[in-house]
C-alpha cells in the first residue's frame, strides 16, 4: 500500500518538514555524485555501524562523534526507491504532527525519533559491520505519532492488485497498525535467522518513540478535525 494523502488539513504550511525533504534530497543529489569508492567511505563515516558505535561509545560516551552518526545518518539513502519512500511517507503524515508540536519541537522531535531508531538498530544488532542510513527510524516515529493522535483519519492509498492498480481508503489506525506489524514480524524474522537487508528495528523503534514522544512535547494539542 502506497500513501497518496490523508483526511486531516494542516492549519499551517510544514516549513520544517519541506525543509527536512529539500535537505534530504540535496544530500542525495551529493551521493549521486561520488564514485562507488566515495561513497562507500561516506556512508561508513556517516551511517551508523552498530559495532563500531558500541566501540565509540566505550572509548568515548560524551564525544560529539560517538552521536553525530546517529541522527545524520537519517539524511543519507541507499538508493531512489529508499528516498522516495521515506519522503513520500514523511510528506503525507508529517504535516499534521508538526501542525501540533509545533515547528522547532517537531525538528527535534523529528531528529530524536532518528536517534531512537538508530539505537534499536544497535540494541538488536550489535555485532554488525554493515552501515545503516535512512531516514527511516525518524519517520517511523512520525507514524507512530500520528498512530497515537490522529486514529480516525484516514489515508487514500495506492493498492496494487496483481495487475491492476486502485485506490482505497483506508483508516489510518489499521493502515499503520499494519504496517507496524510487517515491521515487527519481519524484525523477528531476522532474529530467526533469515537475511536481514533492512533495519527492521529501526522502524520499530522509532514508531514507539514516536508514540511516546508525541505525549511529551506536546500533552495539550489541539484536535483537529479531519476533512
Do not use: C
Not at 486514529?151 to 486502485?166: C, D, E, N, S
Request: no cysteine; glycine share 8%.
Amino acid at each position: 500500500m502506497i500513501p497518496i494523502r490523508d483526511t486531516i488539513r494542516a492549519r499551517n504550511f510544514p516549513v520544517v518538514t519541506v525543509s527536512i525533504i529539500v535537505v534530504t534530497v540535496l544530500v542525495f543529489i551529493y551521493e549521486l555524485r561520488l564514485t562507488p569508492a566515495e561513497l562507500d567511505r561516506f556512508t561508513a563515516t556517516y551511517g551508523v555501524v552498530p559495532a563500531l558505535q558500541i566501540q565509540i561509545f566505550l572509548q568515548a560516551p560524551f564525544s560529539l562523534n560517538t552521536w553525530a552518526p546517529m541522527v545524520g545518518t537519517i539524511f543519507l539513502h541507499g538508493g531512489f526507491m529508499h528516498i522516495f519512500g521515506n519522503m513520500l511517507y514523511l510528506w503525507v503524515f508529517g504535516d499534521n504532527i508538526e501542525d501540533i508540536l509545533g515547528r522547532f519541537r517537531f525538528l527535534v522531535f523529528y531528529l530524536l525519533a532518528g536517534f531512537a531508531g538508530s539505537l534499536g538498530h544497535i540494541i538488536t544488532n550489535p555485532e554488525s559491520l554493515i552501515p545503516t542510513i535512512g531516514a527511516s527510524g525518524a519517520v517511523a516515529g512520525v507514524l507512530g505519532a500520528y498512530f497515537l493522535t490522529f486514529p480516525r483519519a484516514r489515508v487514500l492509498a495506492l493498492v496494487p492488485l496483481l495487475f491492476i492498480i486502485t485506490f482505497v481508503e483506508i483508516p489510518a489506525v489499521i493502515f499503520l497498525f499494519l504496517w507496524f506489524a510487517l515491521q515487527l514480524l519481519s524484525g523477528i524474522a531476522a532474529f530467526a535467522g533469515d537475511t536481514a537487508m533492512v533495519a527492521w528495528w529501526a522502524h520499530v523503534g522509532g514508531f514507539a518513540a514516536g508514540m511516546v514522544m508525541v505525549k511529551l512535547l506536546s500533552p495539550n494539542h489541539a484536535s483537529i478535525r479531519p476533512r
